[in-house]
């Protein structure tokens, strides 16, 4: 039996496609037949989670997307997270289920202006966080996550000068956490933030006994507040493994979906943003859909391509901070 889809992006084919009853069983299968591998970032919705081959952050979808044996990537992320999946595999088909899935912490770091700022500081080695475009990668030396920064800043001999692109948050807390003194582009990720830190008292005073976990890309008038500060696995396992009973949780929602998996019994409260929402939802990762991917695997697009001169000189620095973080 089939339903037909009614809404769907200028990236979607047309809107005469028939979408399986069982969405589930029709990824599966098509999966089979096309030897595709799945990953999806932690941010995705549950449904798409509960598809994927492998869920996790920035750091292990590229070192799974590294190691891949299959013909065709299906990313479940933005833009960006595609786009390095491709740097590392030109020969693979890598589909992202909408284009429009894009991330404005990549956006707030064009290529020209960064190219302008890099001039301005030619003895500086660049280290950019792997939430940019692959035209600014290919102006680094070495692309780094949330749940490396530190430890490949801290690799970098003591003398040499560091620009750390596109998150200011991120770089400053790497800047506190290794003593370096960054050079910063000034980079903010929308999600990140808005959380509020008055709203985060309130809510710690209504919860006295919930420690505060959060994620580096929020602000420090946030981060100041909390009892952990990680990437988005470094969270999910403190909050697995910690004795606590009760967590406040300081980034994207779709998190939660694992952390409840992962420890059933534990009570987990989504930290509120400045706005009238009691969560705090990236709108572009959520641009993707069980629908859209299902179409994405039966047309086989949209596909992400790269100008092969970009590609080249944007997987350099991956591959050097694979290596660093082996
Ligand atoms: S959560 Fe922030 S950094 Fe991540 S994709 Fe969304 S806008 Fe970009």
Redesign the pocket.
């Known amino acids: 039996m089939f339903a037909t889809l009614t809404k769907s992006t200028p990236h979607q084919v047309n809107q005469a496609d028939r979408l399986p009853d069982d969405l589930f069983t029709a990824i599966a299968e098509l999966k089979q037949k096309m030897n595709a591998v799945i990953l999806a970032h932690y941010?995705q919705d549950p449904d798409l989670q509960d598809v994927a081959d492998y869920i996790g952050d920035s750091l292990g979808l590229s070192q799974q997307a590294a190691n891949t044996d299959a013909e065709v990537i299906v990313f479940l992320?933005?833009h960006f997270m595609a786009e390095t999946a491709k740097i590392l595999n030109p020969q693979k088909q890598v589909l992202l289920p909408d284009l429009d899935a894009g991330?404005?912490?990549?956006d707030s770091c064009p290529p020209a202006e960064f190219a302008a700022f890099k001039a301005k500081h030619p003895d500086h080695l660049v280290i950019s966080y792997i939430?940019c475009s692959a035209a600014i990668k290919a102006m680094s030396d070495i692309i780094c996550t949330s749940s490396n920064a530190v430890s490949i800043v801290n690799q970098i001999p003591a003398d040499q000068p560091i620009i750390f692109a596109p998150?200011r948050n991120l770089g400053r807390y790497v800047a506190e956490q290794t003593g370096r003194d960054l050079v910063l582009w000034q980079g903010t990720?929308?999600?990140?933030e808005i959380f509020s830190e008055r709203k985060l008292i309130a809510l710690k005073q209504k919860h006295p006994q919930a420690e505060i976990v959060a994620h580096p890309?929020c602000e420090p008038a946030v981060l100041r507040h909390a009892d952990h500060i990680g990437s988005t696995t470094a969270l999910l396992k403190y909050v697995q493994n910690s004795d606590r009973q009760e967590f406040i949780v300081v980034t994207?929602e779709g998190i939660l979906h694992q952390m409840r998996k992962a420890a059933p019994d534990k009570v987990l409260i989504p930290a509120p943003p400045d706005n009238d929402c009691p969560c705090n939802q990236?709108?572009?990762?959520r641009l993707n859909t069980l629908e859209k991917l299902y179409l994405a695997m039966k047309n086989r697009q949209p596909e992400i391509t790269l100008d092969e001169s970009v590609r080249v000189a944007a997987l350099q620095p991956i591959q050097k901070m694979l290596e660093m973080s082996r």
């Open positions: 941010y992320g933005v991330c404005s912490l990549a939430n998150d990720c929308m999600v990140h890309e994207e990236c709108p572009h990762m």
